[in-house]
C-alpha cells in the first residue's frame, strides 16, 4: 500500500485546528482568572468592612463580663445606708460606662417573656411549669448583647418547658453535663 | 470548573477551608466562626452549628451532636455510645444504627449530610461561586462501612466527593510533609473531647498509616474540668459552700475554667474574677478572686497529659518503631496549643513538632490542599513569577527611582510621568536600573536609551510616560514617550541572565545594611533639588516682579538666592533646609506683589504651581531632568 505524506495544506489546517482549540482555553482560562479577581476584589471589600465595622468586637468581648459583674453588684438588695449611698455612686459610674459603649454601637438586649430564639438566646437550663407556655424565656443568667446589630453574645437564658416525667432527675442531670461535654 | 473544598467532618467540631492560587482560606459560617459545632436540631426549623448547640439543653432528644461515632456502624455496635447521648438511636431495617427524632427516622450519613450542607452553603456565600466537589476527612482508624457512610453523606449533600482522606495525612499535607521521602510521621490530636495517635510513613508521595491509638473520651474539656474542682474546692475551704449545686454559679465557673486555660497558654498567671458568685443569707454576697498560675495547672492536669503517652507507645508498638525512629511529629487539635503538652511530646520524641499552622484548623487545611490537587489546580494554573528585585530608572542627583517594586508578580506593567530638569531641554536619557539602592550607581544597570525631539519648554512643563512592561516571559520592555509629540522610544531587556538566589539575596541584605546611609545619601539629594527647584522658581518671578517690589525687599532675596546656592554645593542637609526657608521667607513679599497682579490682571499663576513637592523624582539624563510626580494610567 503506497503511504502518502501529510501535503503542506493537511498540516496547516491541523496546526490551525490545534492553535485554535488553544486559544480557546487559554482565553478561558483568561476569563476564569478575571472572574476569580472580581471574586476576590469584592470579597475583600466586604471584610474590610466588616473588619472596620467590628473593630472593637475582641474589646467589647472582654469587657462584658465586667458590666455583668457590676450588674450584680448592683441587684445586692438589702444594704445599710452608707452602702445605699455607696450603690447610688457605683450605679451612675457603671451607667455612664454603658452610655460609652453605647456610643461605640454596643447594645443591651432582655429576652425575658418572649419565645426562645436560638439566633438571640442560649439556654442554660430549662424549668418544669405548666403557668408559662412552652419554651417561653422566664429567667436570664445574663442579658445578650448586641455590636452594630450582630449578635456577639446571646443572653444566657432559663425557658420554660411543660412538666414531663423524669425517672431520674439525676439521669437529667448527668446527660446534660454529657451533652455539653460532646457537644 | 468550580473550586473543590476541604471539609473536616469532626465529632464535635467541623471546619471548611479552600486553596486559592496556593493559600489556604478557612472559611467562616454565617456566625463568623472559623469551626462550626457538629450539632444538628430539630424541631418547628431545623437548625445546624452553633444556632443548634444554643438549644440543646432545652430540646436533648432532637439535638444530635456527636454523630459521628455511629457513622457506617451497626446498632449492635454502639451499645456504648448510645448511654451516652440523649437522643433516641434505634436499628434500621438493615441493622444499622440510625437515629430517631420527633417520630422520624434518620441514617447517620443523612444527618452528617445536613452539617456538609451547611458547610457548603458556607463557602457558596463566602467564595460567591457554587460548589459541588470536595474533599473530606476522616480519622485513620475508620473501617470501609464507615468510610462510604461519609461518601455517602457528602452525596447528599450536593457534594460530588472526589476522595475521602486520613486525618492524620491530611494534617501531615498541611506542613507540606508530602515532599518529604521516606519519613515517618506521628500525628498526635488532641481536641476538645477524644485524643488519636497515628504513625505514618511517606514514600513516593503516597501516605501509608502503620497504627493508630488513642482515648475516645479524654479531651480538653477534661482539663477544664479539672480547673473547676480546684475552683469549687478553694471555695469550700473559704466559706464552706459546694457551689457545684448551684447552677448559675457552676456556669460562671465553667466558663471561667476554659477561658483562664486558653490564657494559661500564652501568660505565665491569670487572675479568676468572679465577685458575687453566691449570696448567701447570713454573710451576704459572696466572691471569688482566685490566682491561678501555669504552674499549678500543670499540676491540676499533669497527669492527663501524661496518660496520652501510653496510647502513643502502644501505636509506636504495632508500628514496631520506637520515638527515634519517628522523623516528623505534628499537632493536632486546639488541647495540643497547651505549652505543657508541647513539651511533653517533645521530651517524649526527641524533636520539635510542627505546630506553626493552627491546629483547629489543620486537617481543613489538608484537604483543601488535597482538593486543589484533585481539582488540577495545580497542574493548569500557570505559577506565576515575581521580579526578584525592584526595577526603576535614574533620576536626577544620582538616585535610582523604583517603578516596579521587588516581588512584583509578573506579568506586570507600571508607568510613571517624568519631566524636564532644564528649560529647553531636548532630550532624556532612561537609565534602567535593577537593585535595592538608593543610589543609581549602587544598582545595577539593565540598559540605557534616550529619548529625542522634546519640543522646546521651560523645565518641568514637558510630560514623560515611562512604562515598563514585563511579559510571561519575564523580558522587560521600557518605554520613554513625549505625550506631546507621541515621539516614544524603548529598549527590550531579557530575564536577568546569571541572577541566582544568593544574587537576589545579596542585593537585599546590602540594601538592609546600608539602608540608613542610603536614605541619608538620598535625602540630601532631595533637599538639594528641591533648593534648585525652590532657586529656579524664585529667580523667575523676581525677573518678572522685581521691579514691584523695594530695593531692600529685593537685596534680601538675591541675597538668599546666593547663600543657598552656596549652601547647594556643599553637603549639609540642615542648612539647605534652613537657608530654603530663609529663601521662602524673604519671597513672601514678592509673593504678596505677585497676588496684587494676578488679582489685577485676573491671569492664572503659573510659577506658584510648580510648587516643589517632596521626593520629587527626576530622570538623570545627559540633560538634567525632572518629575512632576504623577502616574498615568
Redesign the interface.
Known sequence: MIRLKKGPVTQLKEDFEKLKNESKTHYENYLRALADFENFRRRKEREIEDFRMFANENLLNEIIPVLENFDRALTVKDVDEKCESIKKGVDIAYRQLKSVLEKFGLKEFSCVGQEFDPKTCEAISFIETNDKPKNTVVDELSKGYLYQNRVIRPARVIVAKPSLQHTDNQQEKSISNEQEKGA | ?SKVIGIDLG??FSCVAVM?RGQPIVIPNPEGGRIT?S?V?FGKER?VGT????????N?EH?V??IKRFMGRKYSEVSGETK???YKVVEAPNGDAWVEVEGKTYSPPEVSAMILQFLKKSAES????AITKAVITVPAYFNDSQRQATKDAGKIAGLEVLRIINEPTAASLAYGLDKKKNEKIAVYDLGG?TFDISVLEIGEGLFEVHSTNGNTHLGG?DFDTRIMDWILDEFKKEHGIDLSKD??AL?RI?EASEKAKCELSTVMETTI?L??IY?EAKK??LHLELRLSRAKLEALVGDLIQSTLGPVKRALEDAKMTPKDIDEVILVGGQTRTPKVQETVREFFSKEPHKGINPDEVVAVGAAIQAAVLAGEVK?VVLLDVTPLSLGIETLGGVMTKIIERNTTIPTRKSQTFTTAEDNQNAVTVHVLQGEREMAIDNRTLGRFELYGIPSAPRGIPQIEVTFNIDADGILHVTAKDMATKKEQSIKITASSGLNKDDIDRAVKDADAHSAEDRAKRDLIDSRNRADTVVYHTEKSLKEYGDKISENDKKNIEDAINKLKETMKGNDKSALERDMEALQKANHKLAEEMYKQTQAKGGEQTTTKEEPKTGEKKVDADYQVYDEGEEKK
Open positions: 470548573m465529632t464535635t486559592e459545632p450539632v436540631a437548625l444556632l443548634a448547640k444554643r438549644q440543646s439543653i432545652i436533648p439535638t451532636f456527636s451516652r447521648i440523649p463566602y467564595l460567591g461561586e473531647g474539656d447552677r448559675t456556669q465553667r474574677s465577685p458575687f449570696s451576704g454576697p493548569d
